[in-house]
C-alpha cells in the first residue's frame, strides 16, 4: 500500500517566473509574434515539461500565482490554450490584504481541505510548490522546488520534483 492511495499529490503552482521566463521573452522578441493573447505570455515548451511531470507523479495542480485573481477558470482557459493536459482543481486563497505571505496562502488551502486529501495539515507532505519567489513558511522548505526569471521552469527542476515524489513513496519508482 503506497501513500498515493491514502491522499494526493498537489503543486501549488506559480506561474510568472515559472511558465514564463527571460529566455522565453528574449526569445519571443525575435520572431514575429506579438504578444496579444494572455496564453501568449505561457511558454508552451514549459507548459509540456509540466504536463509531463504531473503524469509522472500523478499530481493535481492548484493554481497559487497572482493570476489566480482572474478567476480560476480564466486561468484553467489560459494554461488549456498554452497547450496544459494537467488537472487543476483549484486556486489558493487570498491573504494578501491580511499580512500573509504566499507560504500563509498554500497553507490555509491544505487546511481547508483536508477532507479531501484526508489528513491533517500536519502530515500531509506529498506536495510540491513551483515558485520563483520563497515568500513560504518554514516547515514548507522541503516542498519549495525554487526557480528563477531568468530561465524559469527547467527539466532539472522537474527531475527534482520527480525525485520528491519518489522519495516520499507518492508514485512508484518504476513506472
Ligand atoms: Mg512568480
Given at each position: 500500500?503506497?501513500?498515493?492511495?491514502?491522499?494526493?499529490?498537489?503543486?501549488?503552482?506559480?506561474?510568472?517566473?515559472?511558465?514564463?521566463?527571460?529566455?522565453?521573452?528574449?526569445?519571443?522578441?525575435?520572431?514575429?509574434?506579438?504578444?496579444?493573447?494572455p496564453q501568449?505570455?505561457?511558454?508552451?515548451?514549459?507548459?509540456?515539461?509540466?504536463?509531463?511531470?504531473?503524469?509522472?507523479?500523478?499530481?493535481?495542480?492548484?493554481?497559487?500565482?497572482?493570476?489566480?485573481?482572474?478567476g480560476l477558470d480564466y486561468c484553467k482557459d489560459v494554461l488549456k490554450k498554452?497547450?496544459?493536459?494537467?488537472?487543476?482543481?483549484?486556486?489558493?486563497?487570498?491573504?494578501?490584504?491580511?499580512?500573509?505571505?504566499?507560504?500563509?496562502?498554500?497553507?490555509?488551502?491544505?487546511?481547508?481541505?483536508?477532507?479531501?486529501?484526508?489528513?491533517?495539515?500536519?502530515?500531509?507532505?506529498?506536495?510540491?510548490?513551483?515558485?520563483?519567489?520563497?515568500?513560504?513558511?518554514?516547515?514548507?522548505?522541503?516542498?519549495?522546488?525554487?526557480?528563477?526569471?531568468?530561465?524559469?521552469?527547467?527539466?532539472?527542476?522537474?527531475?527534482?520534483?520527480?525525485?520528491?515524489?519518489?522519495?516520499?513513496?507518492?508514485?512508484?519508482?518504476?513506472?
Amino acid at each position: 500500500m503506497g501513500r498515493q492511495l491514502e491522499t494526493m499529490n498537489i503543486i501549488f503552482l506559480d506561474i510568472d517566473g515559472v511558465l514564463n521566463c527571460q529566455i522565453f521573452y528574449t526569445n519571443r522578441k525575435k520572431s514575429k509574434n506579438i504578444i496579444e493573447h494572455p496564453q501568449d505570455q505561457i511558454c508552451t515548451e514549459r507548459v509540456e515539461w509540466l504536463n509531463q511531470l504531473c503524469k509522472d507523479v500523478n499530481a493535481k495542480v492548484v493554481i497559487s500565482s497572482t493570476w489566480r485573481h482572474s478567476g480560476l477558470d480564466y486561468c484553467k482557459d489560459v494554461l488549456k490554450k498554452a497547450g496544459a493536459t494537467f488537472d487543476i482543481i483549484d486556486k489558493t486563497p487570498d491573504l494578501r490584504h491580511e499580512g500573509c505571505v504566499r507560504g500563509n496562502e498554500i497553507n490555509l488551502w491544505i487546511e481547508k481541505n483536508k477532507e479531501m486529501l484526508g489528513v491533517w495539515r500536519s502530515d500531509f507532505n506529498s506536495y510540491a510548490i513551483i515558485d520563483d519567489d520563497s515568500d513560504m513558511l518554514y516547515w514548507q522548505r522541503n516542498n519549495l522546488f525554487l526557480t528563477d526569471t531568468y530561465s524559469g521552469l527547467t527539466p532539472n527542476t522537474c527531475y527534482r520534483i520527480k525525485r520528491h515524489f519518489e522519495q516520499l513513496g507518492c508514485v512508484p519508482a518504476c513506472p
